[in-house]
């Protein structure tokens, strides 16, 4: 019986040793879940970095912005890398996760696209504006509108959380579409919907587009929206999520985003 128990107890050591991001006897195993474009991308340039400090990266892609959340939650990834701050905080309070920020990796500056009109002063009145159903994206929406003289918010709430509801100007009459679900814009944009649509980055690039030369007007770079790493609370000291970290911040994967996406992909440092 002491030689079964001793069996069963190394059994169970070498099993807890395989768990997310923990190293086996041949290598670290990382799993991380990113959009496509230009998250998943980038992480593919990591891969041979982390490769040298034998950290194995697997990386999921996924075409939503609930999944790569709930994953992480439940422990089938150690991390995900698609989001922004804000949406990670309104994800949270919604769902009752417990996801935290690791690390800021880049900024994907918004942009207004349109088939009908090369700058915002040609929209008409009525103009109707596109928008995607991801709320925690629309106080971003509205300010890029309001700085840009189309509308004004109210200001006594705080611009981020803003909503439709929280226009008090709109000389324009511009109507605002706001059930479209972010993976379907481009395409809504290219069958010429609405007057103008304001697509996120990362799928502008998935879609084809190439927002320094179509979109209308983009979000300046210094927007707060830094996309990130993000863990359950908890796995913040995770040795292989701030070796991932370590290698998105290193001068050869910000050059590569650099000179990659021109601009439409703002590298950060911190």
């Known amino acids: 019986m002491k030689k079964l128990a001793l069996g069963l107890c190394s059994f169970a050591a070498a099993i807890s040793l395989v768990g997310c991001g923990q190293k086996t006897d041949e290598a670290t195993k990382l799993s991380v879940g990113a959009s496509a474009v230009p998250h998943a991308e980038i992480l593919e340039q990591v891969q041979?970095?982390?490769?040298?400090?034998?950290?194995?990266?697997?990386?999921?892609?996924?075409?939503?912005?609930?999944?790569?959340?709930?994953?992480?939650?439940?422990?089938?990834?150690?991390?995900n890398y698609f989001q922004h701050i804000p949406y990670l905080d309104t994800?949270?309070?919604?769902?009752?996760?417990?996801?935290?920020?690791?690390?800021?990796?880049?900024?994907?500056?918004?942009?207004?696209?349109?088939?009908?009109?090369t700058s915002l002063d040609q929209l008409p009145d009525g103009a109707t504006i596109i928008m995607s159903n991801s709320v925690a994206d629309h106080g971003r929406m509205l300010t890029l509108l309001q700085q840009n003289g189309l509308i004004k918010l109210n200001p006594d709430i705080d611009s981020t959380t803003a909503t439709v509801e929280d226009i008090t100007e709109n000389?324009?009459?511009?109507?605002?579409?706001?059930?479209?679900?972010?993976?379907?814009?481009?395409?809504?944009?290219?069958?010429?919907?609405?007057?103008?649509?304001?697509?996120?980055?990362?799928?502008?690039?998935?879609?084809?587009?190439?927002?320094?030369?179509?979109?209308?007007v983009l979000e300046d770079s210094q927007s707060p929206y830094v996309n990130i790493i993000a863990v359950k609370e908890g796995n913040e000291d995770n040795e292989a999520v701030q070796e991932l970290i370590d290698a998105l911040h290193s001068e050869e994967i910000q050059d590569f985003i650099k000179e990659t996406y021109k601009g439409a992909v703002v590298p950060v440092s911190e």
């Open 91 to 117: 994800f949270n309070k919604e769902h009752g996760t417990h996801l935290v920020n690791v690390g800021g990796i880049h900024i994907e500056p918004i942009g207004i696209y349109s088939k009908n009109y």
């Open 171 to 216: 000389p324009k009459n511009l109507t605002f579409k706001t059930d479209i679900d972010p993976g379907l814009l481009v395409t809504v944009y290219e069958q010429n919907e609405g007057d103008a649509v304001l697509i996120n980055t990362n799928y502008a690039l998935d879609g084809g587009l190439n927002p320094m030369k179509d979109a209308i």
């Open 48 to 79: 041979p970095i982390l490769k040298e400090k034998g950290i194995d990266l697997d990386i999921t892609i996924f075409q939503d912005y609930v999944l790569p959340n709930t994953s992480v939650e439940e422990g089938e990834l150690d991390a």
